[in-house]
């Protein structure tokens, strides 16, 4: 079953759309893990880094993925914003092998959790600490702790150890995404 399929389950919410909000810092993988999610006779073969502004959108039945780099791209920060009130879900993607932009990857988690549309809201999140794979890459715990996320207490969030490029990890992390998707819309989280 593709993961495509998986994520069917989040017909049961009865929503018209739901729309789903891939960030992270440019070179995280974002592009990397769309990809890996579309029909396999869609998949792009090549990955071209994003650069600048640059949203990539994806669409499936009800389901509608949108991705942009938050990195050093504060004076579009205004553009990318008007799709948090609309967002369902976020799936946040970290480079593990990246220690150096970390803390820069801090400064926006934390810049995403005080807008007014993502503060008032308790939608899921999604952490995949990619390039699981590389020999420097730091566990998904030294991740979790790195980007203190602890301390978030008003929104259910799960940290998954991925490797994009073959595809592993994004399962698990879709089926914890997916549960938690359905519980919030039913009231019961
Ligand atoms: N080793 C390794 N490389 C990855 C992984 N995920 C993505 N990459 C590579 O990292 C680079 C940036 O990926 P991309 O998806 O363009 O990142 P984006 O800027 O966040 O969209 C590309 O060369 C990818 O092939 C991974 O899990 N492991
Ligand atoms: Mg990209």
């Known amino acids: 079953m593709g993961l495509l399929d998986k994520l069917s389950g989040w017909l049961c919410l009865r929503k018209k759309e739901v729309n789903v909000l891939c960030l992270g810092l440019d070179n995280s993988g974002k592009t990397t893990i769309i990809n890996q999610l579309k029909p396999a006779n869609t998949q792009a073969q090549e990955i071209v880094p994003t650069i600048g502004f640059n949203i990539e959108k994806f669409k499936s039945s009800s389901l509608s993925f949108t991705v942009f780099d938050m990195s050093g791209q504060s004076r579009?920060?205004?553009l990318w914003e008007h799709y948090y009130k609309d967002s369902h879900a976020i799936i946040f993607v970290i480079d593990s092998g990246d220690k150096l932009r970390m803390v820069v990857a801090k400064e926006e988690l934390d810049t995403l959790f005080?807008?007014?549309d993502i503060r008032?809201?308790?939608i899921p999140i999604l952490f995949f600490a990619n390039k699981m794979d590389l020999h420097d890459a730091m566990s998904s715990v030294?991740?979790?702790?790195m980007l203190c996320l602890d301390n978030i207490k008003d929104k259910p969030w799960h940290i998954c150890a991925t490797n994009a490029v073959k595809g592993e990890g994004l399962k698990e992390g879709l089926d914890w995404l997916q549960g938690n998707m359905c519980l919030s819309f039913l009231g019961h989280v």
């Open 76 to 78: 579009y920060r205004n």
């Open 114 to 116: 005080n807008h007014e």
């Open 120 to 122: 008032r809201k308790r």
């Open 142 to 145: 030294r991740v979790s702790q």
